[in-house]
């Protein structure tokens, strides 16, 4: 089996020299490297020359148009039996394309998704980032999980679909906003088979600082919205979790000033909330800093995503805007 490693950048010429780096120590080796320069400021070219020779690697670079449909770019001219997508800050772990390669063989998935992890080497803000997406009490619990609500559908950070699904599928047809999303439930559609790989684990970066996250996470959950203005059945009860929560701690803040009581109890459940999630970090991570610090961005999560959310499902739906 032999994979096509497909890799959009965008103004991030150092992160692109740390996941090649994890390339060159893949255990299994029949596989190419596609780098998309979707448009860059501030090229990688001369980061990638670094690896011409440690790796089958080909580098573009074309004109912005976004990360969806930069993917599409590296499809049509990739080489493998099996075309596997990474986001430009994750790091690969030395044996994944192994797993990857052994899992399918006996699977036999059409497409697939796998989780992500805090890297040893994080910073602690990252790890807390990183808590903040894959924990249980918290929307990001849903994200790569063996137990996962409805269809399972891959993120494009850690994701993988065959040169067949491609080539009756297409690409992606939305390049922002929920693009992954929508490739997958359209995978779906025409009878494919996805699964998630449950050890085909990568260490996702994500965002360096809060302020990044927010503004990340805000995104997100303005694409909620967008997948659910192409397919109205995928928008669940949990992916209201966010709203309700952003919405509730406005109304306790109101409480205050109208009626104390009554805030006091709203005060204690988010209080126990948050302290369930401070414990559930320290145990995960082994550090009181990367705990508290895991309050700050489960909060952030929840709010940016809420917020999102809410903004276009008023814009949206309400008021049916484009």
């Known amino acids: 089996m032999f994979f096509s490693v497909i890799i959009p950048l965008y103004n991030r010429p150092q992160e692109i020299d740390e996941l090649l780096f994890t390339l060159t120590r893949q255990s299994y080796t029949q596989f190419e490297v596609l780098v998309i320069e979707d448009g860059s400021v501030n090229d990688a070219r001369a ?81 807390a980032i990183s808590y903040a997406m894959t924990s249980p009490f918290t929307t990001g619990g849903i994200r790569g999980n063996v137990k996962h609500i409805g269809q399972f559908h891959p993120r494009s950070f850690n994701m993988g679909v ?82 309700v929560f952003t919405v509730g701690v406005f109304l306790t803040l109101s409480l205050h000033i109208i009626y104390k009581p009554l805030a006091y109890l709203c005060d204690a459940g988010i209080l126990i909330f948050f302290l369930l999630i401070f414990l559930h970090s320290w145990k995960v991570n082994k550090s009181l800093k990367v705990a508290f610090l895991s309050i700050i961005a489960a909060f952030i999560q929840l709010g940016a995503y809420g917020l999102g959310f809410i903004q276009d499902f008023i814009k949206r739906v309400v008021f049916k805007s484009a």
């Open 162 to 243: 065959s040169r067949e699904v491609w080539e009756q599928v297409g690409g992606f047809i939305l390049t922002r906003l929920g693009e992954d999303i929508e490739y997958s439930i359209r995978i779906h559609s025409y009878g494919y088979k996805i699964g998630l790989i449950p050890a085909a684990k990568v260490y996702h970066k994500r965002r360096t600082s809060f302020a990044q996250f927010y503004k990340q996470l805000h995104f997100f959950g303005r694409a909620r919205i967008n997948i659910y203005k192409h397919f109205p059945s995928e928008l669940k009860l949990v992916h209201f979790f966010p709203a």
């Open 47 to 127: 980061i990638v020359e670094k690896y011409q020779h440690k790796l089958d690697l080909s580098y573009y670079v074309k004109p912005n148009e976004g990360q969806g449909f930069t993917r599409n770019y590296g499809f049509e001219r990739a080489k493998g039996d099996y075309f596997v997508i990474f986001d430009s800050d994750c790091l690969i772990p030395e044996d994944y394309l192994e797993i990857v390669k052994d899992y399918l063989l006996t699977h036999q998935l059409d497409a697939y998704g796998g989780p992500d992890a805090a890297h040893a080497s994080f910073t602690p803000v990252q790890k």
